[in-house]
């Protein structure tokens, strides 16, 4: 099976990756990962991928591309993969569909209070990096890990500006690619405010599993 995940920061893409992995069998393809792995590895694509975020500028499409287009070719993608963060424009869309076929591109839905409400109570240690949430996950102590006794921050990026920026630019991206996958016939939404256990199970019942 070869699926898109696309959704709003705070869908819980993540854990769903992790769940797809075991429940469908999924190898999780991330560009984000792909990217970071690259630069701490210190490989020529990492150096240079370096060099463009230094800059302030975002990796260009022809780059993103044949990084992902590697990858799927690698023996572990053939049995099928979730997609994360590609594609991101039509131009990276158009070229996926020249070189793979994908079975589904799943749109998990959320509405922006429950983006805003989920991010804005994120916490993460300073020391260990362990992260809470101040409703679903608290800390025992306010402020204070439970792991290491370091003290608890929010991310920049989960600021309250910082998350209307982002999901600013995540409606801006977005709204074309669920358009253009909707007028080809592979675009399945799901709503992704209940427990990720939950939308699982939905997704597997949507893909006939
Ligand atoms: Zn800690």
């Not at 006794?149 to 995540?170: C, F, H, K, N, W």
Request: hydrophobic letters at 40%; glycine letters at 10%; proline letters at 6%.
């Amino acid at each position: 099976m070869k699926l898109v995940f696309l959704g709003p920061p705070g869908a819980g893409k993540g854990t769903l990756a992790t769940l797809a992995k075991e429940n469908l069998s999924l190898v999780h393809i991330s560009t984000g990962d792909i990217f970071r792995a690259n630069i701490r590895n210190q490989t020529p694509l990492g150096v240079q991928v370096k060099a463009i975020l230094d800059s302030g500028s975002l990796v260009p499409d022809d780059i993103t591309i044949a990084i992902v287009k590697d990858r799927l070719q690698q023996p572990d993608a053939l049995g099928g993969y979730l997609l994360d963060g590609f594609p991101r424009t039509i131009v990276q869309a158009q070229a996926l569909s020249g070189f793979e076929q994908l079975d589904a591109v799943v749109n998990f839905v959320l509405k922006d209070s429950e983006v805003v409400r989920r991010l804005s109570g994120r916490r993460v240690c300073k020391s260990c990096g362990t992260g809470f949430h101040l409703t679903s996950l608290p800390p025992k102590k306010e402020g204070v890990c439970d792991k290491c006794g370091g003290t608890l921050m929010q991310r920049p990026d989960d600021e309250a500006s910082a998350i209307q920026e982002r999901l600013r630019v995540y409606h801006a991206q977005t709204a074309p690619l669920v358009e253009w996958y909707q007028s080809r016939g592979l675009l399945k939404e799901i709503d992704a405010s209940p427990a990720p256990e939950t939308v699982m199970k939905v997704l597997k019942e949507l893909m006939g599993r």
